[in-house]
């Protein structure tokens, strides 16, 4: 008797059928395939963008360890305490931004490196730009979804799409799948 056989049959429930008696994971597998497919949603079932929301959730950290440390220790002799506030910050995204472009390169990314034509240089400048135009598109979502919506929720909202579109514009443009689709065109009509 397997684990779902015994459920069961010693915890019946009533909203299940006596025909459902496979495990749920198989049609959950079967909703995030389908959940894949799907052009804007599926990306977030991928395992690169879930890669790409690790490394964001790690540059959370790193921002605010960086923070407290500049704060606390680095700027102390800062007395103005605004000025001592945006040196941190300063010093936080800045560290917290280098930290997350080497991990997606070397972990979200990693198998893109062969295709890399441009310097690292240039491409970590895309990757700030890209993270600049994330954080403005987040700020201008927030305040408009903030008319209609509590401000928390409405900035929940931005910060999921303000992420689709940091990784819809990396995946692009910083780590080149247009560049892997360019060259494979050019390869084909070459031969």
């Not at 997606?104 to 890209?130: C, E, G, I």
């Not at 209609?148 to 992420?163: E, M």
């Not at 514009?169 to 031969?191: H, P």
């Amino acid at each position: 008797m397997n684990y779902w056989d015994f459920r069961q049959r010693h915890n019946p429930s009533p909203l299940r059928s006596n025909r459902a008696k496979r495990p749920l994971i198989l049609p959950m597998r079967a909703l995030i395939q389908t959940l894949q497919q799907l052009p804007l949603v599926g990306a977030l079932f991928r395992p690169r963008f879930i890669k790409f929301g690790i490394v964001g959730a790690s540059g959370v950290v790193v921002n605010l360890a960086v923070l407290y440390v500049g704060q606390e220790y680095l700027f102390t002799e800062v007395t103005q305490e605004t000025l001592r506030l945006n040196l941190s910050l300063a010093l936080a995204i800045f560290i917290a931004t280098i930290s997350n472009f080497f991990w997606n390169r070397r972990w979200t990314w990693h198998d893109r490196k062969q295709h890399q034509s441009v310097p690292v240089v240039v491409q970590f400048v895309q990757y700030a730009l890209a993270c600049w135009v994330g954080i403005a598109v987040q700020f201008g979502l927030t305040n408009l979804f903030a008319l209609f919506l509590h401000y928390l929720v409405a900035n929940l909202i931005a910060v999921v799409i303000a992420s689709l579109f940091n990784f819809v514009a990396n995946d692009f443009w910083t780590f080149g799948r247009l560049k892997i689709r360019r060259a494979a065109r050019q390869n084909t009509s070459s031969e």
